[in-house]
């Protein structure tokens, strides 16, 4: 069964750093395209950020160069890291196993002063 356990998140000021983890089972994680969506109070999902089991990583334009993604196959832990954060990075953040489409509980990160 595929389970998916994020971490990490929390109350952040502007321009603050947090990073995120998530701890997944149940499927071959080296092997599969890990992704980061996050969800804002009122708006739906938006996709944040992807790790390929080819090694390449893909950012949205609004997250390039403040957040990076990375992966520890050894560890089937997915992390982003996350810099330079501003308010309107306020969601719930979810990691998300894009060959079976499945996502965790869910972080959630509050950027405010």
């Known amino acids: 069964d595929v389970q998916l356990v994020e971490s990490g998140g929390g109350l952040v000021q502007p321009g603050g750093s947090l990073r995120l983890s998530c701890a997944a089972s149940g499927f071959t994680f080296g092997n599969s395209d890990m992704s980061w969506v996050r969800q804002a109070p009122g708006k739906g999902l938006e996709w944040v950020s992807s790790s390929y089991s080819s090694g390449s990583t893909a950012y949205a334009d609004s997250v390039k160069g403040r957040f990076t993604i990375s992966r520890d196959n050894a560890k089937n832990t997915l992390y982003l890291q996350l810099n330079s954060l501003k308010t309107e990075d306020t969601a719930m953040y979810y990691c998300?196993?894009?060959?079976?489409?499945?996502r965790g509980q869910g972080t959630q990160v509050t950027v405010s002063s």
């Open positions: 998300q196993n894009d060959n079976y489409l499945r």
